[in-house]
C-alpha cells in the first residue's frame, strides 16, 4: 500500500512538472522566423548590448556598459537611432554655436560626442532573409552619412535583437542589441 502511494505522488509530480514545462512554453512566444516590415513600426528601447568573440564576451570599443537608447521606425520608411553613455557630464546649454569655440569647451564637446551615438536614415526590410538595412542620411559621425548597415534581426515576443559581424582588436566578433518594445510610443507610430 505503501509502495502504491509513493508510486501515485511519484505519477502525479511528473504529471506536475510535465504540465508547468507545457504552460511555460506556451506562456513565452516562440521568436518569429522572418519578422515583418509591420511588425518593426514603432519605437524601441535599448536592453542591452553584448559583444562575442571567439573566446567569450569583449568590452565593447565603441557602447559603454548600460547604456540607454531609442530606435524608432516609422511608417513612411524613415528610422532613427539614439544611444547614450550612462552618467554623461552634464553642462550648460550654450546660447549659440560658434565656429571658433571657447577652448574650455574642447574637453566638454568631445566628452558629449564620445557618449551619443545618433544617425537617421531609411529602411528597408528584407523579410525572408531577415535582414534589416538602415541607409544612413546622417550620423553624428559623418564619415557615416551614405552608408548602409544591414543586420540580422529576429523578434523574441516584444524583443527586437540585431546582429552584426564586427572586428574589435583585430578579433572577429558578434554585436547584439537587444531592443524592447515601448508600449506608450508603439500605438501612436503604427496608426499613422
Known amino acids: 500500500m505503501l509502495e502504491s502511494c ?3 505522488h511519484m505519477r502525479s509530480s511528473l504529471f506536475l512538472l510535465s504540465l508547468f514545462a507545457v504552460l511555460c512554453q506556451a506562456a513565452a512566444p516562440p521568436a518569429a522566423p522572418h519578422p515583418t516590415r509591420q511588425q518593426l513600426i514603432g519605437a524601441w528601447r535599448l536592453v542591452r548590448i553584448e559583444v ?7 568590452t565593447d570599443p565603441f557602447y559603454q556598459a548600460n547604456s540607454s537608447g531609442l530606435l524608432i521606425y516609422d511608417p513612411s520608411g524613415w528610422m ?3 544611444i547614450s553613455a550612462p552618467h554623461r557630464v552634464g553642462w550648460p546649454v550654450p546660447a549659440a554655436r560658434s565656429a571658433d569655440p571657447p577652448a574650455q569647451d574642447g574637453p566638454l564637446k568631445a566628452a558629449a560626442f564620445d557618449t551619443y551615438y545618433a544617425y537617421f536614415a531609411t529602411w528597408t526590410l528584407d523579410e525572408a532573409a531577415s535582414v534589416v538595412t538602415h541607409h544612413v542620411a546622417s550620423s553624428l559621425l559623418p564619415a557615416e552619412d551614405g552608408l548602409d548597415y544591414a543586420q540580422t534581426i ?3 515576443g516584444d524583443r527586437l535583437i540585431f546582429r552584426g559581424q564586427d572586428v574589435i582588436n583585430g578579433e572577429r566578433a558578434v554585436r547584439t542589441k537587444v531592443w524592447e518594445r515601448d508600449p506608450a510610443h508603439f500605438t501612436v507610430l503604427r496608426s499613422r
Do not use: E, F, R
Not at 562575442?52 to 569583449?58: D, E, L, Y
Open 6 to 8: 509513493a508510486g501515485n
Open 154 to 156: 529576429a523578434l523574441d
Open 80 to 82: 532613427s537611432v539614439q
Open 52 to 58: 562575442a568573440g571567439a573566446k567569450g564576451p569583449i
